[in-house]
């Protein structure tokens, strides 16, 4: 006897705007400020400031005041289909990416390969960051034509004309602006900013390199049909990330407290300590629990250190300092790794080779981990032991 098929459940329809968005996210604290809202608002009413105490998104509209959206009222939800803070965007991104959710032991997220890697190429080894991995990685899919732009980050000139320290959002689509963006600042930069540059040149396909944030916005993106906005972004390289700070850090701590000015160092470091390399050839060192007042906001509540929803994770941890650790996380980051040590662009080493990097990673994942409240989605908090009461 034939049955009878069971009817799918009807899709539920995204009706969320940005009143919500600036309830749930913003007025609460789990706004990182990656700007994927910024980007994605069709209307052009939500602004963005990279300047100390802000890198939050806010409403543009006053007659409608902080909370509340005309756009959104007609029924715009651009806004929340991008943001990767809002709802319950770590399983949406993991079944985008992945096919599946997380599991309990999978703290630093899903992925299919670690290992040790750097450029061979010794000018981009020396101008990169802990082995140059990520500036070899835009190289050589903007010369094999993976992409045609990076939305990352540079940094904002010096009176005199001299590369500063605050960074910002930059597009990059050549060596020699990738090199020129080259190297950690330890400040925030919502890369996706650079989005709107790389719209008026007419590029379609983007690499977004950030911070673990900002690489969970494409396949939040993606899963909850944004539309158009979305479908230049390509390729998700991310930064393993504890936090950032805010740009007061250099004035308030380190010229008023140790005399360094900005304009003085050539190089930063986070190897348990601030490590800065000043002009002069001096070499400093500041505890790490100085610098936690300049804590950025959008830091505090963030669980994601090991940027979970790229294609390829990078950081500098562990005792292999001139090699980068990094997590090959999507068929896409596997093919781009492949293609590279063929090409004879980058060296590799089992990740195996520095255990104490990997071990370091799932410890800091835990952590990050520890600070999402437990009063937002709990997903993000899979696989922690529960809080004894009280």
Not at 158 to 164: I, R
Not at 175 to 184: F, I, K, N, P
Not at 215 to 242: A, D, E, F, Q, Y
Not at 293 to 313: K, M, Y
Request: aromatic residues 8%; charged residues 25%; proline residues 4%.
């Amino acid at each position: 006897m034939a049955t009878q098929t069971e009817a799918k459940p009807a899709r539920v329809r995204w009706t969320h705007q940005w009143k919500e968005l600036y309830e749930e996210v913003i007025d609460t604290g789990l706004c990182t400020g990656c700007a994927g809202c910024v980007i994605s608002c069709p209307h052009d009413v939500i602004g963005y400031k990279h300047e100390p105490g802000q890198y939050k998104p806010f409403h543009l509209e006053e007659e409608l005041g902080l909370t509340d959206c005309g756009h959104g009222q007609k029924g715009c939800t651009s806004c929340t289909r991008a943001c990767p803070r809002f709802r319950d965007w770590e399983t949406e991104a993991d079944n985008h990416l992945f096919g599946r959710e997380r599991q309990p032991d999978e703290m630093a997220g899903i992925y299919d390969d670690i290992l040790l890697t750097r450029a061979s190429d010794d000018f981009v080894y020396e101008t990169g960051q802990d082995g140059g991995l990520v500036s070899a990685i835009l190289i050589w899919c903007l010369e094999n034509d993976v992409i045609d732009g990076a939305l990352t980050s540079g940094v904002e000139s010096l009176p005199d004309g001299s590369p500063g320290w605050k960074a910002i959002p930059m597009l990059a689509t050549d060596r020699e602006t990738v090199l020129s963006g080259a190297g950690s600042r330890y400040t925030y930069s919502a890369n996706t900013i650079a989005f709107d540059d790389a719209m008026e040149q007419g590029l379609s396909s983007l690499a977004l390199v950030g911070m673990s944030c900002q690489t969970s916005i494409g396949p939040v993106m993606w899963h909850r049909k944004i539309g158009k906005v979305s479908k230049p972004i390509k390729l998700n390289i991310g930064l393993l990330c504890s936090k950032s700070f805010d740009d007061a850090l250099f004035d308030e701590l380190f010229e008023v407290k140790y005399g360094l000015k900005k304009e003085d160092i050539v190089k930063m470091n986070i190897k348990g300590v601030f490590q800065i390399w000043t002009r002069d050839g001096g070499y400093h060192e500041i505890n790490l629990k100085e610098c936690h007042a300049w804590t950025r906001e959008g830091c505090t509540h963030c669980p994601d250190f090991a940027a979970e929803h790229a294609d390829i994770s990078t950081g500098g941890i562990g005792d292999a300092t001139d090699w980068t650790l990094t997590i090959v996380r999507t068929e896409l980051g596997r093919a781009v790794i492949n293609a590279m040590v063929a090409d004879g662009v980058i060296d590799t080493r089992p990740g195996d080779d520095d255990p104490g990097a990997i071990a370091l990673m799932q410890r800091l994942a835990q952590k990050s981990r520890e600070r999402w409240p437990e009063w937002a989605a709990p997903e993000a908090r899979l696989g922690l032991p529960e809080r004894k009461k009280k």
